[in-house]
């Protein structure tokens, strides 16, 4: 069973950064994909940032940023830790929501979702 371990949310002023962790069970190697979707109040979730693993031919991992995010948000990887990181820079009260880590898994294809980490940016 995949289990996954969200940290670093809170609130922070406008402009203020935080980063979220999400470690992972398992090796690395047991995640095509890892990455963080968010959810706020009356809206869908939704895609903030996602990194895909390498394939064999093509070694390089894959970054996707939503439009909203870029510029401002960074996704990271530990491959030792199986921690997935999303550094938030320049935030804004839009960015407000539960954060939710997200990954799919190398064998089963199968997609697990974190607890979901609170995000408030107000002053």
């Known amino acids: 069973q995949v289990q996954l371990v969200e940290s670093g949310g809170g609130l922070v002023q406008p402009g203020g950064s935080l980063r979220l962790s999400c470690g992972a069970s398992?090796?690395?190697?047991?995640?095509?994909?890892m990455g963080w979707y968010r959810q706020a109040p009356g809206k869908q979730r939704e895609l903030v940032a996602s990194?895909?693993?390498?394939?064999?031919?093509?070694?390089?991992?894959?970054?996707n940023y939503a439009d909203s995010v870029k510029g401002r948000f960074t996704i990271s990887r530990d491959n030792v830790k199986t921690t997935v990181y999303l550094q938030m820079n320049s935030l804004k009260p839009e960015d407000t929501a539960v954060y939710y880590c997200?990954?799919?898994?190398?064998?089963?294809?199968?997609?697990?979702w974190g607890q979901g980490t609170q995000v408030t940016v107000s002053s």
């Open positions: 997200n990954v799919q898994s190398s064998s089963t294809l199968r997609v697990y």
């Open positions: 398992g090796s690395i190697f047991s995640y095509n994909v």
């Open positions: 990194i895909t693993r390498g394939g064999r031919t093509n070694y390089a991992d894959s970054v």
